[in-house]
């Protein structure tokens, strides 16, 4: 899978992210995946929406109505066995479009307070995926979505939403043109722009997003289907998992200071449209939270330091030169963390 090989910068044919195969949920973070439901008994999530520790809220159809591919893909690529960018969270499904993948606002405004109430409920920090949206050329950005915004932002959520899929303007999109949210173009294995996707200033970051591997749903006696689908809305899980891996420690932190986290810690994407700062790909070879401490200087000490996966390849790595300064330094192994010898 050539999408998780490449988030963690080292080209090895794996994924080295720090938070495969958890032996425990993290207990201040969730995920949220607002789509159109998710195939809860798929292998994939067997350890994570099976367990005791996660819920399926349905708002549209009955609690069995995830007969659309979708959501289950989107959710397998944010935090699901095999294919997810993390395993470490709880997984929050709400299915805001019906089986046809449509909605209307007042579903997603519905889902969206539906999140926000929970949140206060369990007085837990969250990562909303919305792998949705719509073209409005010239349209205002509607106040009632300008305040759920903003109401879900105070509780503590973070927001990442598709840039879109037109090769248009993300500004001209709900929900990518609202600066409450981190908005996620496409970039293929080439590290090249993908064709279908949108771009401009209001894109924020961009990920993987074309030819992605995940979680599909055939049949409802099928539980293991799987398939590569492209899309910005590939992408936008994989910003996601990596957002909740930065929250670790570090729930605190603002979008916009996630935002410059994440560029900080990227490559400029080649066949991009707009300038550079609207044309970063993501790549986290430190996907550990502990390194973020919040500062006025955002800009600098928000930075996480890229030689951690070259450090921690195995655990007791011995102490080498490890980073492009040739500081020497050591792992410690259980925060993946490199630390001076």
Known sequence: MWNLDQLDGILDNKYNGVQKNPSTIDPNIDIYILDTGVQL??????????????????????????TQYHGTHVASVAGGKY????????????AV?????????????????????????????????????YQCIGCPLQSS??????LLNSAGAIIVTAAGNDNFDACDYHFSAY????????????????????????????????????????????????????????????????????LMGNDALKTEEVKTIL???????????????????????CLNSQQASRSSDVSTNLSLQPCCWHCCEKENDNCKPIDDNENILKCNWENRQCLPC
Request: aromatic share 10%; hydrophobic share 35%; with cysteine.
């Open 41 to 66: 008994d798929h292998v994939v999530f067997d350890q994570i929406l099976y367990d005791g520790k996660n819920q399926a809220l349905y708002l549209t159809g009955s609690p069995k109505s995830y």
């Open 83 to 94: 294919f997810g960018v993390s395993e470490k969270f709880r997984i929050y499904n709400y």
């Open 97 to 133: 479009l019906n089986s046809q993948g449509t909605g209307t606002d007042s579903m997603i405004l519905n889902g969206l307070q539906s999140v926000y109430n929970n949140l206060i409920k369990t007085k837990r920090k969250g990562v909303i995926n919305m792998s949705l949206g």
């Open 145 to 150: 979505f300008n305040n759920t915004f903003n």
């Open 179 to 246: 600066s409450q949210c981190i908005s996620v173009g496409s970039y293929t294995s080439l590290l090249s722009k993908s064709d279908f996707s949108n771009y401009g200033a209001c894109v924020d970051i961009w990920a993987p997003g074309s030819d992605i591997g995940g979680a599909y749903f055939s049949s409802k006696s099928t539980k293991s289907a799987i398939a590569q689908l492209s899309g910005t809305s590939m992408a936008t899980p994989h910003i996601t998992g990596i957002v909740a891996n930065i």
């Open 263 to 285: 560029k900080s810690n990227s490559f400029d994407v080649d066949g991009c449209i707009g300038d550079v700062s609207s044309c970063k790909g993501v790549m986290m070879p």
